[in-house]
């Protein structure tokens, strides 16, 4: 499924590649909150919910406590991760509605069921992003949505993924619209930076994965 993640994960991708100059901004306290962005706020609440989603996820997928035990040791950064995938998902969807971007369900419906053939069925499909993406299968409609919205937008603004250029051009579109919503994280979660949309500690295996594959596989 390497080629499939290059085409979708565009948005990682462009984390991966923006440019090392770093803004750090987000220093507020916020109490209950672990992020507020555009003025609403992700709450602590929120955040170890959709992390219990996915332990919940990956508690049933292993046989025994020993894979379970490892999965916890693979996933180590999870909730950080996990604020740092909703935070982004508002920064996208900010971009995607200045440039006119839509997502329908039909839009979500086509990858999905493109992705089960290649995965070989729903379940494999969702096993597969647990296992790489730290993604709950109650959340893969939505994961799906967020990778198509950021397709989406690479084309309206005629970014080409695979170019250092279209890469830029795509980054900057995030780096506004996050300046625009003003994110600002709880110290206890790290520092969001505003150059990369991204948070200034976020190296996680996953975006290293698509960067490598990026790298050896022909456009």
Request: charge should be positive.
């Amino acid at each position: 499924m390497h080629r499939r993640r290059r085409t979708v994960l565009v948005l990682s991708a462009a984390i991966a590649a923006a440019a090392p100059l770093l803004t750090a901004c987000g220093s507020q306290a916020h109490p209950g909150a672990a992020a507020v962005v555009g003025g609403q706020r992700i709450t602590v609440e929120q955040l170890e919910s959709r992390v219990n989603e996915v332990r919940a996820a990956q508690r049933a997928a292993m046989k025994d406590e020993a894979q379970y035990e490892q999965a916890i040791a693979r996933t180590g950064g999870l909730t950080r991760d996990t604020l740092h995938g909703m935070v982004l998902d508002k920064v996208l969807d900010r971009a995607a509605k200045d440039a006119g971007v839509t997502v329908t369900r039909k839009d979500t419906q086509q990858m999905r069921t493109a992705l089960e053939q290649q995965a070989g069925g729903a379940k494999a499909l969702e096993a597969a992003w647990l296992q790489n993406y730290g993604v709950a299968p109650a959340r893969l409609d939505d994961s799906l949505r967020t990778e198509i919205e950021a397709q989406k937008l690479a084309a309206a603004l005629g970014a080409n993924m695979n170019t250092t250029e279209g890469k830029a051009t795509f980054w900057k579109a995030l780096s506004t619209a996050s300046r625009q919503l003003h994110v600002d994280l709880n110290p206890r979660y790290g520092a969001w930076d505003v150059q990369k949309s991204s948070r200034v500690d976020a190296k996680t295996p996953w975006l290293r994965e698509i960067t490598a594959a990026q790298t050896q596989q022909p456009a």
